[in-house]
């Protein structure tokens, strides 16, 4: 199967500071997403972003899939933006989902 | 509230038996998925179904099967339970297939513990 490398594996922020989460995968992909599960373990669907930068609040992400990375932008961060973002990649025949092992965040008031 | 729901929420069993989760997704979805998520196996996806038929799967073993019913509806049976089944499993509906770009809405998971 691909490999999903995200890092940094755990990350403690101030509010109002800014990150970058960064997801690596081994090979081609058909589709890739962003997931963030809150510490209540809901899994909410962030983006969809094979390719290119979507924006969605104080949140973005940008993947460059000839070289094979994604990275998601959170600015201006607040204490609801804690838990774990996964990045899953999509890679068929049968449209397979494979998960990185997430980056844990805290933010700290 | 995402509008899938899951039931059971918690489930506490013994090793060697069967139990059935049961998925029901968001009004008018036609994607079921099933992910199961351990501490030492992360988050791992299972199987998926679109109206009714199998589309895709993913690290399911072959103890574990799943179907998805005219009504939507999706039940992830898992047999001759072990220790290491112990986790939390979720669903997720869309309404269209993996690919096009169709949010995915999960539902709370069931908690597993074996025995």
């Known amino acids: 199967g691909i490999q999903v490398e995200q890092s940094p594996p755990d990350l403690i922020l101030q509010e109002g500071a800014n990150s970058t989460l960064r997801c690596n995968f081994s090979d081609s992909v058909n589709n890739l997403q962003w997931f963030h599960q809150n510490p209540w373990g809901q899994l909410i669907n962030l983006f969809y972003?094979?390719?290119g930068t979507k924006q969605n609040g104080r949140l973005s992400a940008t993947t460059v899939a000839t070289e094979r990375y994604s990275l998601l932008y959170i600015s201006s961060s607040q204490t609801t933006d804690s838990g774990v973002y996964f990045c899953?990649?999509?890679?068929?025949?049968?449209?397979?989902?494979?998960f990185g092992t997430g980056t844990s965040l805290t933010v700290i008031p | 509230d995402s509008g899938v729901t899951q039931t059971p929420k918690h489930l506490i069993t013994a090793t060697g038996q069967r139990v059935t989760l049961r998925c029901s997704p968001r009004?008018?979805?036609?994607?079921v998925y099933w992910y199961q998520q351990s501490l030492d196996q992360g988050l791992q996806f299972l199987i998926q179904?679109?109206?009714?038929?199998?589309?895709a799967k993913g690290n399911i073993l072959e103890r574990f099967s799943a179907q998805q019913f005219p009504d939507l509806h999706s039940e992830l049976n898992l047999s001759s339970l072990e220790l290491g089944d112990s986790a939390l499993y979720f669903c997720a509906s869309s309404l269209r297939l993996a690919g096009s770009q169709e949010t995915q809405y999960f539902g709370p998971g069931t908690r597993l513990l074996v025995l």
């Open positions: 009004s008018g979805d036609l994607s």
């Open positions: 899953a990649v999509e890679r068929g025949p049968g449209n397979q989902f494979y």
């Open positions: 972003i094979p390719s």
């Open positions: 179904y679109y109206n009714g038929e199998e589309r």
